[in-house]
């Protein structure tokens, strides 16, 4: 049985694909400080192949001990989003990035690690072309370039995959309302008013969901695809900000959309990115934008939760 060590365990994608594996019979083991959830992982405290260690993945002495025990290595602890590691510039570098030399440096060769990147190392994009994984990386924020960095030092290690992600939706165990379509969701239906700043800035996303799947795959398909660089994103949802408000008022049809002109998002990543390397080798991502939004509509609807962010 594969054993797997997955840093940021109990975030957003982590405790979806913690879930996934452990109800696989996989060995699961999760490091995380538990800083914006603590009970996103309770449901899998029953599980005997399922462990949690509550720690900073900073802290190296833990990581040496542990890390030789582990077939996988899936290091998902960070600072996300260029606001978070605008306003905490030295933990940013020390997360993002030092740690993830850390953990390379003490694995084997034998081991293998699937590493996450995000798509916003592109920065702005041509128009009328798609970022493939040979597009030159303008990253515009902090984030952007730790994320970089990080993935340049993961390539230096033969058995590694690494996934550019497109921008997350949808449900998690450990919510995040700061994403692009979770927020305008959020906005549209506890304020019916979705306020959009550069409507014509181009973004691709993906459901979180997917993004699991897409791992999975990475660890069933590892030889296959190991020691390359791929773009994770649904292909069909190459979409504007403002063309992402108008499928969400389709559903919530008294929503006002209203563009605010005279002030600059302060997200200023622009572009359309190509999946197709990854669906080549046999990968495509399925859950479309009109599910998610759906899906969104309803916990929100339904639930009382209050905007969750990384903030």
Not at 7 to 15: E, F, L, M
Not at 22 to 37: C, F, I, M
Not at 94 to 105: D, H, P, Q, R, V
Not at 225 to 238: E, F, Q, V
């Amino acid at each position: 049985m594969k054993n797997f060590l997955i840093t940021g365990g109990a975030g957003y994608i982590g405790s979806m694909l913690s879930t996934v594996l452990v109800n696989k019979g996989k060995n699961v083991t999760v490091v995380d400080d538990l800083r914006y959830s603590s009970s996103s992982l309770n449901h899998l405290k029953f599980f005997s192949n399922f462990k949690f260690i509550k720690n900073d993945v900073r802290d190296k002495k833990l990581l040496k001990k542990i890390i030789p025990n582990y077939d996988f290595i899936i290091p998902l602890a960070a600072l996300v989003g260029a606001p978070l590691c605008e306003n905490n510039k030295k933990e940013a570098v020390e997360t993002n990035y030092e740690s993830i030399k850390f953990i390379l440096s003490n694995l084997k060769k034998r081991q293998k690690i699937i590493y996450m990147n995000s798509n916003s190392g592109y920065g702005i994009g041509e128009k009328n072309k798609f970022c493939t994984e040979e597009s030159p990386l303008k990253p515009i924020s902090l984030y952007g370039r730790t994320k970089i960095e990080a993935e340049q030092e993961v390539l230096k290690f033969e058995n590694s995959v690494c996934f550019r992600l497109a921008t997350v939706f949808g449900y998690s165990y450990r919510m995040r309302t700061d994403l692009l379509v979770n927020y305008m969701v959020y906005e549209s239906v506890k304020n019916g008013l979705l306020k959009i700043f550069e409507p014509h800035f181009r973004r691709n996303f993906i459901h979180v969901r997917d993004v699991v799947n897409g791992i999975i795959f990475a660890i069933e398909k590892f030889s296959y695809l190991k020691s390359n660089t791929y773009n994770l994103g649904l292909s069909d949802a190459n979409i504007t900000k403002y063309q992402l408000a108008k499928k969400i008022k389709k559903y919530k049809k008294e929503i006002v959309i209203q563009i605010v002109k005279g002030i600059k998002d302060p997200d200023q990543r622009d572009y359309f990115v190509s999946n197709s390397k990854i669906e080549r080798k046999g990968f495509k991502a399925k859950i479309n934008l009109d599910m998610g939004i759906k899906e969104m509509i309803s916990v929100f609807e339904n639930d009382k939760l209050n905007s969750i962010n990384n903030y």
